[in-house]
């Protein structure tokens, strides 16, 4: 299974950005999904996660101001991102625990990242 993020790029501080990350391969379930970011010079930390059944958690520094959502249909997980402050200038890693039959254990899996640069 393989997760493409995308959606990054430079937005002022108070707009938004929407990120998607799309999970592909053969014969996958996927139970939570995520994103967690990478400031410069910083350790990777949780941003927001959705579990298959729709349970959503914020980080504080994020509640209110951004959404996570997702399209079971399409395995996809979205990032809505409004009332950014450079502050949440990083790159943008996509997360889904995923296994291929119900006999197997969950795994983790990474998307490859995508930077959001919140400037002026």
């Known amino acids: 299974v393989q997760l493409q993020a995308s959606g990054g790029g430079l937005v002022q501080p108070g707009g938004s950005l929407r990120l998607s990350c799309a999970a592909s391969g053969s014969r996958f379930s996927i139970n939570v999904m995520g994103w967690y970011r990478q400031a410069p010079g910083k350790q990777r930390e949780f941003v927001a996660t959705?579990?298959?059944?729709?349970?959503?958690t914020y980080a504080a520094s994020v509640k209110g101001r951004f959404t996570i959502f997702r399209d079971n249909a399409e395995n996809t997980v979205y990032l809505q991102m409004n009332s950014l402050k450079p502050e949440d200038t990083a790159v943008y890693y996509c997360?889904?625990?995923?296994?291929?039959?119900?006999?197997?254990?969950?795994?983790?899996?990474w998307g490859q990242g995508t930077l959001v640069t919140v400037s002026s």
């Open positions: 997360n889904a625990a995923v296994r291929s039959s119900p006999l197997n254990r969950w795994r983790e899996v």
């Open positions: 959705i579990t298959s059944g729709a349970s959503q």
